[in-house]
């Protein structure tokens, strides 16, 4: 695809995935002998790699050494998935295309998700498109919040929700689409007002409808392709899928 780059967020530790004579930054832990960002990176494949920067931190040279021929930016503290795109921004400043945004955790989620976010970026015209989807994998997701004519009006992070906004069951999976300039733009404006204390990249589609973006949704079925891999159970999860 053309005037796309894509940010993969793996600076991550991975403290509840932690076992004994491992030490490796969590998108380095291994899945049926493969690192975790592996499967990610392939099914990015569609793109040149030169348009893949990695953002990466915990005991980073693993992945760097990895995937060498691929660009890296260094988040040295974990504040947040907004502050991990800050760390990028040089990687962004003079570009004027779209930025995909996903995670080095997430090695379910397939290229045909990835290309069908991008395509109903590019088709629709819009400033951000969030990918949101169904599944019936109990994860702790944000959800997506609606207007009465059905469009986005924000995101709440399942620890910020409300009782009746839990029971919503199309999910914001974290990945997106960006104008790239139309992202820069808005990170100046996130805070850390949340249970958190952290940059929430949540708040950044907000951020651009405040100011009169178009926000888009890509709604899909996406069953285990949402797993992202926390424990050492999801990381046994994971595998199952990728044996079948």
């Given at each position: 695809m053309e005037n796309l780059k894509a940010l993969i967020l793996a600076a991550g530790k991975g403290t509840r995935l932690a076992t004994e004579g491992i030490d490796l930054p969590k998108?380095?832990?291994?899945?049926?002998?493969?690192?975790?960002?592996?499967?990610?990176?392939?099914?990015?494949?569609?793109?040149?790699?030169?348009?893949?920067?990695?953002?990466?931190?915990f005991k980073r040279e693993s992945i760097v050494k990895t995937f060498s021929e691929y660009n890296f930016a260094i988040q040295e503290e974990q504040l947040g998935t907004g502050h991990a795109v800050m760390c990028a921004q040089d990687y962004l400043k003079d570009y004027d295309g779209d930025v995909i945004i996903c995670y080095g955790d997430m090695p379910l989620l397939s290229r045909a998700t990835y290309t069908a976010l991008a395509e109903t970026h590019k088709a629709e015209g819009n400033d951000c498109t969030i990918l949101t989807g169904t599944t019936d994998e109990d994860l702790p997701y944000g959800r997506i919040i609606r207007d009465e004519n059905d469009q986005f009006v924000h995101v709440v992070e399942e620890r910020d929700c409300t009782p009746e906004q839990k029971a919503i069951r199309e999910l914001n999976i974290g990945v997106y689409v960006y104008k790239a300039q139309k992202l820069l733009?808005?990170?100046?404006?996130?805070?850390?007002?949340?249970a958190q204390n952290e940059y929430y990249l949540t708040d950044v589609p907000s951020i651009i409808r405040s100011h009169g973006g178009k926000i888009g949704l890509c709604k899909r079925t996406l069953g285990a392709e949402v797993i992202g891999v926390n424990t050492v159970q999801q990381l046994e999860q994971v595998e199952n899928y990728l044996r079948k």
């Open positions: 998108a380095m832990r291994v899945a049926l002998g493969k690192p975790l960002i592996g499967y990610v990176l392939d099914e990015l494949a569609f793109l040149d790699k030169k348009d893949i920067i990695m953002v990466v931190g733009a808005s990170l100046g404006e996130l805070n850390t007002n949340n």
